[in-house]
């Protein structure tokens, strides 16, 4: 075996004064709703934001302490990874290179270069930059790192089992996102051996579920990235992951998009925690799968908070639309002075909030003498929502619900 619990031990004692130890806490709303007791591993608290600042600390450290160090580091990566050896190599002296995908948004771009790394965009794939950044490595004499497929960097994402056994020793259960597998396969190493009892679950979407496949000895289906949970979208898991993974992992959940969304949404709302797409796979699964985690005590690794603020604004809001607190309206009405004031009168003596109303006369089907109101509202839920209609239709204006 490359990686042994003792490895994760020893990379515990290398790392922990140079990364956060991040809270275990208690999401007693979810807990109730789930009728488990959970509680939430906040990587998301880790200072590039995400739980890669383990095992780049650690690879980056023993790189640092080899006789003949390499004159710097090359990655390949779109996000977190990318950022975590930036960090890392600038703390350690060290040139970072980093290349990233021709469409990796210039946010990521912005945050890499700012911790200080050398930035190349090639290639339209996480894949196709890894090939440029070892031929990069090579001429340059770098050392390349990998993002989850090496010893080192397995142990180190390992460590934060030891920090959740150490606050929470009565868990019965792990739930861990998987994209490469390297979180996955370090942590159910540790607790496996610290607490054989313990069960180990893995969670990847159903878009991209690589190591599910891999693992069960299943045809590699269709494979794709675009999803709300890119970090763990990954089509080729590691070998190294997937041997540990083996024979310690009680199964591979799969999610979809709308529970991951969901799970996003419940986080910020009911935990006011941030997370991303695949720092929310975890808490999606426990949701899907409620009946495994029923009256268990269950750990979830919230892996990851760096989510782009316009798509943490879309998820919330198509949350409250999917509540019901936001509502849209489309409402008939006769085009003639005082109908519109009477409409949203109406609509405020309810106790609704406009946000946005459009009065549309052309792009309509309508008689010429009647137009169509969409009316954006906040609302107090989908039962306040029927409650307008019912006040609409009763004063003779049409409307429906979009």
């Known amino acids: ?14 790392i922990q004064a140079h990364i956060q130890r991040t809270p275990t806490i208690a999401a007693p709303r979810l807990s109730e709703m789930l009728g488990a007791q959970l509680w ?6 880790q200072f590039t934001g995400s739980f890669k600042d383990r095992g780049s600390c650690l690879k980056l450290q023993r790189l640092a302490q080899q006789p003949d160090p390499p004159a710097g580091v090359a990655a390949a990566s779109a996000g977190n990874h990318a950022q975590g050896v930036a960090y890392h190599a600038r703390r350690l002296g060290m040139h970072a290179l980093i290349v990233m995908p021709l469409t990796t ?13 050398e930035v190349v965009l090639r290639g339209e794939s996480v894949a196709e930059s890894t090939v440029h950044a070892k031929e990069l490595a090579a001429q340059r ?4 790192v990998h993002p989850y497929d090496d010893p080192l960097i397995v142990a180190g994402q390992g460590t934060a089992a030891i920090e959740m056994l150490a606050d929470r020793p009565d868990l019965e259960a792990l739930v861990v ?26 969670v990847q979407t159903a878009m991209c579920p690589s190591m599910h496949a891999r693992l069960k000895g299943l045809p590699m289906p ?62 999606a699964a426990v949701m899907k799968h409620a009946e495994l985690f029923a009256r268990r005590e269950v750990g979830v690794v919230v892996c990851g908070g760096n989510i782009d603020r316009r798509m943490l604004s ?6 409250l639309k999917r509540d ?9 009405i006769q085009d003639v002075p005082g109908v519109l004031a009477r409409v949203t009168q109406m609509i405020g003596a309810a106790g609704a909030d406009i946000i946005e109303i459009e009065h549309q006369r052309l792009f309509t089907g309508l008689a010429p003498r009647q137009a169509e109101l969409d009316v954006v509202m906040e609302t107090r839920g989908k039962a306040h929502v029927e409650q307008i209609l019912a006040s609409l239709q009763g004063a003779g204006f049409p409307a429906q619900a979009l």
């Not at 948004?105 to 790394?117: M, N, V, Y």
């Not at 004499?141 to 390349?144: K, P, R, T």
């Not at 879309?314 to 949350?319: A, F, H």
């Open 1 to 14: 075996m490359p990686v042994t619990p003792q490895d994760v031990l020893a990379a515990h004692g290398a």
């Open 40 to 45: 939430l591993k906040l990587e998301n608290l």
């Open 105 to 117: 948004p210039f946010s990521k771009i912005e945050r890499t270069e700012g911790l200080g790394a």
């Open 141 to 144: 004499g770098y050392a390349f």
């Open 177 to 202: 996102p998987i994209g490469g597998g390297g979180l996955c396969a370090g942590m159910a190493l540790w607790a496996k051996h610290h607490k054989p009892s313990i069960k180990v679950y893995g």
């Open 222 to 283: 269709p494979l794709h990235t675009h999803t709300l949970a890119e970090g763990i979208a990954v089509k080729t898991p590691g070998e190294i992951p997937a041997a540990i993974l083996q024979s310690r992992l009680e199964d591979v959940l799969l999610v979809d998009e709308t529970d991951v969304e969901t799970a996003v949404q419940v986080l910020a709302a009911q935990q006011k925690v941030v997370a991303e797409g695949a720092g929310a796979a975890g808490v």
């Open 314 to 319: 879309t998820v919330l809001l198509r949350g």
């Open 324 to 332: 019901g607190k936001v509502a849209k309206l489309r409402i008939s």
